[in-house]
C-alpha cells in the first residue's frame, strides 16, 4: 500500500509544537515592548531634567521671566512650566499617553551658586 500523508498524530503533535513557540514568542515580544515603553519614561525623565537646569540658568540670568521664587536655596515647580515655557513640546507619557505635566515635579536646589535638578514623579 502507498500511503502519502500524515497520521492524525503527527499534526496533532505539530500544531502543539507551533502553538507552544507562538505563544513564547508572543510572550517575549510583548516583554520586550514593556521594557521599551519604561527605558522611553526615563529617557523622558532625564529629558525634563536637562530642560530644568537650561530653563533655571535662563531664569536666573534674567533673560526670561520665571514663575518661580528660590528660597532658602530650593524651588520647586510642576513640569508643566517647562511645557508652557516651551522647553519640552510634550510630556505625554510614552507608557499610556497620559499627560504628565502636573504630576512631574522639579526640584531644584543651589549650593554654592551651583544648581542640582531632581524630580518627584507622582505619575506611577
Same mark, same amino acid.
Given at each position: #500500500?502507498?500511503?502519502?500523508? %500524515? ?7 505539530? %500544531?502543539? &509544537? =507551533?502553538?507552544? *513557540?507562538?505563544?513564547? =514568542?508572543?510572550?517575549? &515580544?510583548?516583554?520586550? %515592548? +514593556?521594557? $521599551?515603553?519604561?527605558?522611553? !519614561?526615563?529617557? #523622558?525623565?532625564? @529629558? &525634563?531634567? +536637562?530642560?530644568? !537646569? +537650561? !530653563?533655571?540658568?535662563?531664569?536666573? @540670568?534674567?533673560? *526670561?521671566?520665571? /514663575?518661580?521664587?528660590?528660597? @532658602?536655596?530650593?524651588?520647586? %515647580?510642576?513640569?508643566?512650566? *517647562?511645557?508652557?515655557? /516651551?522647553?519640552?513640546? +510634550?510630556?505625554? $507619557? ?27 514623579? @507622582?505619575? !506611577?
Amino acid at each position: #500500500m502507498n500511503n502519502k500523508g %500524515f497520521t492524525l498524530i503527527e499534526v496533532i503533535i505539530t %500544531f502543539g &509544537i =507551533i502553538t507552544i *513557540l507562538t505563544v513564547t =514568542i508572543t510572550y517575549y &515580544i510583548g516583554n520586550s %515592548f +514593556s521594557i $521599551s515603553k519604561e527605558t522611553a !519614561y526615563d529617557l #523622558m525623565k532625564d @529629558n &525634563i531634567i +536637562s530642560a530644568s !537646569y +537650561s !530653563y533655571i540658568s535662563e531664569c536666573d @540670568n534674567e533673560f *526670561l521671566e520665571c /514663575g518661580y521664587e528660590w528660597h @532658602n536655596n530650593e524651588t520647586k %515647580f510642576t513640569a508643566s512650566v *517647562l511645557k508652557k515655557s /516651551g522647553y519640552i513640546d +510634550s510630556l505625554d $507619557s510614552p507608557i499610556d499617553n497620559i499627560d504628565l505635566s502636573e504630576c512631574i515635579i522639579v526640584h531644584a536646589t543651589k549650593t554654592n551658586g551651583v544648581v542640582d535638578v531632581t524630580l518627584e514623579d @507622582n505619575c !506611577y
